[in-house]
């Protein structure tokens, strides 16, 4: 469920405020046991494993067809872990939308700045029925805590101009010893448009737009993440500084 409001005070024309909580209750989640902690030595996860398998069970699983990594051999296999998806887990998430933005006019164009975002109060995960709740929230492969969008934007005639702001906050990398905090990330984003309708005045230029888009202006580098390729690709992007040139027709 979610309750929220939307606020555009008389006193100042032009403010909007958009502000939501939202509340999750995740059950039945489709997950896997594979890695998890204390699958050996905790009984909620006593019926997912099978201690002291005869041979003929560890030879009928590995005659099933399922992917090897290496070879097995039966003789020294001691347990077999069930690490199929199920319907195991549940989450629970507690967290705030919110967007601000604000219009204004000027002798020299119509300015506009606004910001949204998302922050989690809560995030926590079980990783099977009975199991504990965990704090994943700025965890790795799970939600930062607090992630925003902001822009200053200008417009006068033909001309629009927009910069933008994206910041992804700092979080933990818990699957390294010991663990290490990821630096948060900032980029800039800026968009240049020329309305050729607007310029011209020319009926068959109605509507076409020429605009030059930038992606991670500063070609600002991701945080070192201590995995394969040395980034978090569910966060950032490692492609650096995009540009790209287009020419839009609307009608």
Do not use: C, M
């Amino acid at each position: 469920w979610s309750a929220g409001f939307n606020f555009q005070p008389p006193a100042l024309d032009g403010l909007n405020i958009d502000l939501t909580y939202f509340s999750v209750d995740y059950e039945n989640q489709i997950q896997a046991l594979r890695g998890t902690s204390g699958i050996l030595t905790s009984s909620l996860y006593a019926r997912y494993v099978t201690r002291n398998p005869t041979r003929a069970q560890v030879d009928a699983l590995l005659a099933s067809g399922l992917p090897l990594n290496t070879p097995i051999n039966a003789a020294q296999v001691t347990f077999i872990v069930d690490g199929r998806r199920q319907n195991l887990g549940t989450t629970l998430i507690r967290g705030i939308d919110f967007n601000l933005g604000y219009l204004w006019e000027t002798g020299l164009g119509q300015f506009e700045a606004s910001v949204n975002g998302t922050y989690f109060t809560r995030y926590e995960t079980a990783a099977a029925p009975g199991a504990p709740l965990v704090d994943v929230v700025g965890i790795i492969n799970f939600p930062q805590r607090f992630r925003a969008r902001g822009s200053l934007g200008w417009r006068q005639e033909a001309l629009d101009a927009r910069l933008y702001v994206n910041f992804t906050d700092s979080y933990v990398q818990n699957t390294v010893t010991p663990a290490r905090k990821v630096k948060d990330y900032t980029t800039l984003d800026l968009h240049l448009g020329y309305d050729l309708g607007e310029a011209t005045d020319t009926p068959w230029l109605d509507g076409v737009t020429l605009a030059l888009d930038v992606q991670n202006l500063t070609d600002a580098q991701p945080p070192f993440v201590n995995i394969a390729g040395g980034y978090d690709s569910q966060s950032v992007n490692p492609i650096g500084r995009l540009v790209a040139a287009s020419i839009r027709k609307r009608w």
